[in-house]
T-cell receptor, first 115, second 113 residues
Framework: DAGVTQSPTHLIKTRGQQVTLRCSPK?????VSWYQQALGQGPQFIFQ???????QRGNFPDRFSGHQFPNYSSELNVNALLLGDSALYLC??????????????FGPGTRLLVL | GENVEQHPSTLSVQEGDSAVIKCTYSDSASNYFPWYKQELGKGPQLIIDIRSNVGEKKDQRIAVTLNKTAKHFSLHITETQPEDSAVYFC????????????FGAGTQVVVTP
């Protein structure tokens, strides 16, 4: 049973460029969340997708956008990259059931460096 | 919104001793509290979680306790081993937030042989 997978593992971009990160959820999961983890800090919630719609959004600018596909996989897009966008981007998946939902599992992350 | 504070930021223990990490949360609506272990260069790995209808949960050498009144929850690791060395994060979420996790700042645990 494959866990959460993310691609690419590492990425180097320059300021002003755009980037797309990809995530495939754990088998049986239908909800994907994206987090940004700066060096030495805890993950910060960016947004969450369920049934191809954004359900929750954290305190991130509109430069951060996403998409969920019918097969539950997801993309995170960041436009007009800033140096401060350099971070580990984590994808987490879970199965939305009942009232409490299920446990979230994280992928290995994509390390983004903006020069 | 929810705010989670985690202490200590670093913890050094001798192999075989116990380690305790404490977290507090602010939102009384929070009802789910997972703990993640993150090793260098890897994503967070769930090690144990607890829901608000339970006060304590144990899994081998790891246990978590929850005090809803005081809005405290703690991770206890007994008989620590060098492979327990990692950064540990607590988190909180509520049903209303669709499972959005608010993380603590993390605790660097170092287990010395």
């Amino acid at each position: 049973d494959a866990g959460v997978t993310q691609s690419p593992t590492h990425l180097i971009k320059t300021r002003g460029q755009q980037v797309t990160l990809r995530c495939s959820p754990k088998s049986g999961h239908d909800t994907v969340s994206w987090y940004q983890q700066a060096l030495g800090q805890g993950p910060q919630f960016i947004f969450q997708y369920y049934e191809e719609e954004e359900r929750q959004r954290g305190n991130f600018p509109d430069r951060f956008s996403g998409h969920q596909f019918p097969n539950y996989s997801s993309e995170l897009n960041v436009n007009a990259l800033l140096l401060g966008d350099s971070a580990l981007y984590l994808c987490a998946s879970r199965r939305t059931t009942g009232t409490l939902g299920e446990t979230q599992y994280f992928g290995p992350g994509t390390r983004l460096l903006v020069l | 919104g929810e705010n989670v504070e985690q202490h200590p930021s670093t913890l050094s223990v001798q192999e075989g001793d116990s380690a305790v990490i404490k977290c507090t949360y602010s939102d009384s609506a929070s009802n789910y509290f997972p703990w993640y272990k993150q090793e260098l260069g890897k994503g967070p790995q769930l090690i144990i979680d607890i829901r608000s209808n339970v006060g304590e949960k144990k899994d081998q050498r790891i246990a978590v306790t929850l005090n809803k009144t005081a809005k405290h929850f703690s991770l206890h690791i007994t008989e620590t081993q060098p492979e327990d060395s990692a950064v540990y994060f607590c988190a909180a979420s509520s049903t209303d937030s669709w499972g959005k996790l608010q993380f603590g700042a993390g605790t660097q645990v170092v287990v010395t042989p």
